[in-house]
């Protein structure tokens, strides 16, 4: 719902151990999205933009949707990435996917912001997770508000007609697939589905987590610079 810009403070607490050891960028959208924008087209955006920074390759992580224009950045762009990190994520929705996406883009388009910042967090954290962060999103909902429903529209479209499953094959890089168990917005079979497609991948399920993985367990970090020394 907001791109990475003004982000920065945050990013350095919340990514604070892998920054210990690398530079980071953070991509977002570009800010202009045109309507039928699709992950592959995310993804050859985020290639022109290495480009522009002279990031001639680089380790690559993308959760969530994120992990959609990874996917298409390993296949399209090879050459630019040297390892590739896929959280929560998935090669083509499933059905329970579909359900979310479409229920946050009926939410978005009624500009109900209070409703679908408690939807998202009911469904990203587990139960236990969101006792804890139910307050903050309610506070977020009531204060906040939808700044461009169209945006919203358009991601939400591209990730319901995001498909690579047969392009999974074109990955060569060292790859790690990383799911949560308790993920009910993607779900785990997505995980596994992706791990399954990718010659020489490491599947990883971790308990006691939800889509949100990334933030709710404290090991995702540890992880990922396990699997990038």
Same mark, same amino acid.
């Given at each position: ?116 910042? !408690?939807? +998202?967090?009911? =469904? $990203? ?9 139910? @307050?903050?999103?309610?506070?977020? /909902? ?60 490491? !599947?990883? +399920?971790?308990? =006691? $987590? ?9 090991? @995702?970090?540890?992880?990922?610079? /396990?699997?990038?020394?």
């Amino acid at each position: 719902m907001q791109t990475a810009k003004g982000k920065a403070q945050l990013f350095s607490l919340s990514y604070r151990l892998l920054a210990k050891h690398y530079k980071i960028y953070v991509f977002s959208r570009i800010n202009e999205l045109r309507q039928g924008y699709t992950t592959r087209d995310m993804a050859a955006d985020v290639a022109e933009a290495m480009e522009v920074l002279n990031i001639t390759s680089a380790y690559v992580m993308g959760i969530s949707q994120g992990g959609m224009i990874a996917q298409w950045l390993a296949v399209d762009f090879p050459e630019k990435v040297q390892k590739l990190i896929l959280a929560v994520t998935t090669a083509k929705p499933s059905q329970l996917a579909k359900e979310r996406i479409e229920y946050w883009q009926k939410l978005s388009q009624s500009g109900n912001f209070r409703d679908l910042m !408690l939807d +998202i967090a009911y =469904h $990203s954290y587990t139960q236990k997770s969101y006792r804890r962060w139910r @307050f903050l999103s309610n506070i977020m /909902g009531r204060l906040g508000r939808i700044k461009d429903e169209k945006r919203i529209a358009i991601q939400s479209q591209s990730c319901l007609e995001h498909d690579s499953l047969e392009f999974l094959k074109e990955i060569q890089c060292p790859t790690l697939v990383l799911g949560a168990l308790e993920d009910d917005v993607i779900g785990v079979k997505g995980s596994k589905e992706l791990a399954k497609g990718i010659v020489g991948c490491q !599947l990883l +399920i971790l308990k =006691h $987590s939800g889509h949100a993985l990334y933030e709710e367990n404290k090991l @995702f970090q540890e992880i990922v610079c /396990g699997f990038l020394h």
